[in-house]
């Protein structure tokens, strides 16, 4: 049989929005060089190539490619590479699914209610808190004046197998002007700081949102997620850290997309559990195209 593949709205309310992913069924067919060449030729932010068979634990070992190299952990392709397995490969639909990344297991629930319909959940791993940044400096590279950004608490590096600028704004006006400059990022880049920056702000378009978003990233130039679920699960820990909201418990919609007109909302969940960090980051999954590779 030739690897199926299907391409799936990731965090979308409706088809044609939120965040594409093209996932491949029966990957270990192939080579680390094909997939590669797969991942350039879809152009997605992710690709991701999915063993056939379950490990005995039952877990779906999954990797993971950027159309210029594979990465260890990025949210949209974890929850629409579950859905896809849960709808497509699966020999029942399971109440969950747990994936086997470069960074480790990460386990996917589905919830359903009358008002969302089904909703995919991720279970974040582990992130860690890095280098903070000043912020006149970070402005300058996203073409904003120092005064731009929040300072309520700071720019500040997190990771998960992958890591991002956290870099809070004080307004949508100042998100919408936002545009990474990677020549002037280059002085941060070269001290460790990486050219993936998320921004957020409180303000929001839709009434029934908490916070818009952007992602920008570097792959082969300056590229924009329209909805980014690591990025989201950087910013649950940012938030619990530096006790952004009086909450103790988050629940949060985060607003993204709209500058790519690709409108998204991605969901965040984000509590302490003991001395550990607990973090969800969900959304919904929509198909639009399946076939088979040629």
Known sequence: MK???????????????GNPLAVVLGGDRLTDETMQQIAAETNYSETTFVRSAPEPDGG???RIFTPAREIAFAGHPILGTAWVIRHH???????????????GPVPV???STAADGEVAWFLAPPVTAGPTCAPERIAAALG????????????????????AMIVPL??????????LDLATYADLAGEGFPPLTYLFCTETR??????????????????EDPATGNGAAFLGAYLLQHKFFAAAELSLRIEQGHEVRRPSVVRLRARMAGSSREIHVGGKVIATFGGELL
């Open 109 to 111: 629930t589905f919830e």
């Open 144 to 163: 904003l004046a120092p005064d731009d950004i929040e300072t309520r608490a700071p720019v500040q590096q997190f990771a998960a197998g992958t890591s």
């Open 206 to 223: 839709e009434p029934g949102n908490h916070l818009s978003a952007r992602f920008f990233f570097e792959a082969h130039g300056v590229r």
């Open 89 to 103: 490969l699966a020999p029942e639909p399971a109440g969950d699914i747990q994936l086997k990344l470069a960074v």
């Open 3 to 17: 690897p199926r593949f299907f391409i799936v709205d990731v965090f979308a309310e409706r088809t044609y929005a």
């Open 170 to 179: 004080r307004s949508l006006d100042a998100l919408r002007r936002s545009r």
């Open 60 to 62: 779906y070992r999954v």
